[in-house]
């Protein structure tokens, strides 16, 4: 229930910054980090936050101690590993903010570390790159069939005995154009 609480405050305090410019994104992870660590205690988290901009299909991403995102590109699942510590977790730390290039079919998959974390039957880790096979291998599907297929895969081979042991979070972004136009 604590961790809820703090996620919607951590939510509501990013959106009252409204950062739209990748300065004002640094900016406001800047800021959530002097807040965290004046609260003190276990008041740290991870995060990703960004900008997107279909029209110029593109995003900037900040990362802060989170699981690293996946750009799927054709065949390939390419990790950005670019970021810094988790927000709170330091005092006056300044996260950089990359421009992800999500043209030609791209996708961008954020998730939470219980997904790479969840073991199957035997114990055994579904693992990063668990992850970075099952996105490929589903990436040419439609995007939201793409997320019901991994979401099919963790449910059937991981989820254990007594269910998936943290939470699973799962965004998938793909720019698309409608009707020619971006």
Request: one cysteine or more.
């Given at each position: 229930?604590?961790?809820?609480l ?8 990013l ?14 992870a800047?800021?959530l980090?002097e ?5 003190g ?22 990362r ?42 791209r996708r961008?998959?954020?998730?939470s ?36 297929s ?7 081979n991981?989820r ?21 136009e971006?």
């Amino acid at each position: 229930m604590q961790a809820a609480l703090r996620s919607f405050l951590i939510h509501h305090q990013l959106s009252a910054l409204a950062p739209a410019t990748p300065e004002e994104l640094t900016a406001a992870a800047l800021q959530l980090n002097e807040l965290a660590v004046r609260d003190g205690g276990d008041s740290y988290f991870t995060m990703v936050c960004g900008i997107l901009d279909c029209r110029d299909q593109s995003a900037w991403l900040l990362r802060a101690g989170h699981p690293f995102p996946l750009i799927l590109d054709g065949d390939a699942a390419i990790e950005l590993d670019d970021g810094g510590p988790p927000i709170g977790l330091l005092p006056s730390i300044s996260h950089p903010v990359n421009r992800v290039d999500l043209s030609g079919g791209r996708r961008l998959l954020l998730y939470s570390d219980g997904i790479p974390d969840c073991a199957d039957q035997s114990g055994q880790h579904l693992g990063q790159a668990g992850l970075q096979a099952l996105a490929v291998a589903n990436g040419h599907k439609p995007l939201g069939e793409f997320v019901a297929s991994l979401e099919r895969h963790l449910v059937s081979n991981y989820r254990g005995a007594r269910g998936f042991e943290d939470d699973l979070s799962l965004l998938a972004i793909e720019c698309t154009r409608l009707n020619g136009e971006r």
